[in-house]
Every structure is written in structure tokens, then in C-alpha cells.
């Protein structure tokens, strides 16, 4: 089973919200991702915990905060965001970080931001 | 720095026909090739990889890739195309070297595949 899920699909948020994004999966996978995806676009890393610690943050804004609380959830924290940041939201998990190692996608949370 | 090249943003096949998507690549050292497949508002699905040894990677549904050192490339094949393979493909590389074992996508190709 390669299953990665995300929760929720869909989002509206407003400038002035706070929200989360969640991913959860069951692998036993130790490395977890975020990845932004404008349409049509490849996916941009930002980022990557490896063994729930923050190995990899892509020059992120502050207003993305990522959390790892055990090695099965990944989540993402929303404030503050602007119109620019609307896009589609992927988590990802392999087994390790590793060049070898193969990253297993969610479905993607659709953010949209008015 | 590695980087990944897919040079036709859209290939369009006849059903039943061969398909090819073109990727080429650039890294320090050993590649590490993927592909992946995006169907419309879905996540990354995983096709294939190329770590080492056999030159022709067999992948998921009727799939292949070959890895061509010389060339640098990894073109996804498939002998028979079906409407339902279209869709979105990206090809992406992992160095050893390059920022932390990153994986760097292509910019994608659109397959259509007709009636």
C-alpha cells in the first residue's frame, strides 16, 4: 500500500484566516514533504522533515509553517496568506531521504485564497 | 546543479499507436531518474525509476523507460497508447550531489491520446 492522504481537498480561506493542512500516512515512511503546484506547473519543494525533524526548508515565508508532531502526520500551518499562494498543496513520503529513495504523493489539497 | 529537460509541452498520439515522451537530463555523478504521472486535479502518481543496472525500466500500467547514458536521457515509452493514458507526465532527476538529495522535475508534457 502506497497510500498518502490529504485532508481537506478543497479550501477558501481569506487573507486574515487561519488554517491547516493535513497529511497523514501509514508506510512507516520516515521522510515527509511539502510541495507548492501552480496549474500545469511542476511541483516546488518547500518542505522536507526527515525522522519528524525539519531537514529542508526552501526558503519558505514564515506565513507556511510546517509541523511534524509523529512520523505518521505531516501538517501545514496557513496565516496571513496572500492570493499569490493559492495553488495546489502536495505532501509526499518515502521510506528515507535518499537519492534512490522513492516520494509517494497525495492527492493534493486545492488551496485558494481571496 | 542537476536540472531535467522535457522538450514537447504537449504529444499527441493516436490510440493504439506508440507513444514516446522526451526527457533529458543533468547531474554530478549517477542519476537517479523518475517518472510521474498527473491526471487532471490528482496527485503524483509514481510510473517508474532507473537506479542502476538494466537500461530498459518496465513501470506501471504497460510503461517503459530507457536510460540512455550516452544521450542522457530517459525517454517513457508505451508500445500501445490508450485515451486513458492522458494526461499530465513529468520526468524528474536526484543527484548526489545538489542540495540535500532534491528532486528536480521537468516542466511536464501534456499526452493526448485520440480516438
Known amino acids: 500500500d502506497t497510500e498518502v492522504t490529504q485532508t481537506p481537498k478543497h479550501l477558501v480561506m481569506g487573507m486574515t484566516n487561519k488554517k491547516s493542512l493535513k497529511c497523514e500516512q501509514h508506510?512507516?515512511?520516515?521522510?515527509m514533504y511539502w510541495y507548492k503546484q501552480k496549474a500545469k506547473k511542476p511541483p516546488e519543494l518547500m518542505f522536507v522533515?526527515?525522522?519528524?525533524?525539519?531537514?529542508i526548508n526552501e526558503s519558505v515565508p514564515s506565513r507556511f509553517s510546517p509541523e511534524c508532531p509523529n512520523s505518521s502526520l505531516l501538517n501545514l500551518h496557513l496565516h496571513a496568506l496572500q492570493p499569490e499562494d493559492s495553488a495546489l498543496y502536495l505532501c509526499?513520503?518515502?521510506?528515507?531521504?535518499?537519492?534512490?529513495?522513492?516520494?509517494?504523493f497525495g492527492p493534493g489539497t486545492r488551496l485558494l485564497v481571496l | 546543479a542537476q536540472s531535467v529537460a522535457q522538450p514537447e509541452d504537449q504529444v499527441n498520439v493516436a490510440e493504439g499507436n506508440p507513444l514516446t515522451v522526451k526527457c533529458t537530463y543533468s547531474?554530478?555523478?549517477?542519476?537517479?531518474l523518475f517518472w510521474y504521472v498527473q491526471y487532471p486535479n490528482r496527485g503524483l502518481q509514481f510510473l517508474l525509476k532507473?537506479?542502476?543496472?538494466?537500461?530498459l525500466v518496465k513501470g506501471s500500467y504497460g510503461f517503459e523507460a530507457e536510460f540512455n547514458k550516452s544521450q542522457t536521457s530517459f525517454h517513457l515509452k508505451k508500445p500501445s497508447a490508450l485515451v486513458s493514458d492522458s494526461a499530465l507526465y513529468f520526468c524528474?532527476?536526484?543527484?548526489?550531489?545538489?542540495?540535500?538529495?532534491?528532486?528536480?522535475f521537468g516542466t511536464g508534457t501534456q499526452l493526448k491520446v485520440e480516438l
Open positions: 509526499a513520503s518515502s521510506q528515507v531521504t535518499g537519492t534512490r529513495e522513492t516520494q509517494y
Open positions: 508506510m512507516g515512511h520516515r521522510a
Open positions: 522533515y526527515s525522522y519528524e525533524k525539519l531537514s
Open positions: 547531474v554530478s555523478g549517477n542519476p537517479y
Open positions: 532507473y537506479i542502476t543496472g538494466d537500461n
Open positions: 524528474a532527476v536526484r543527484g548526489v550531489t545538489g542540495g540535500g538529495n532534491k528532486l528536480t
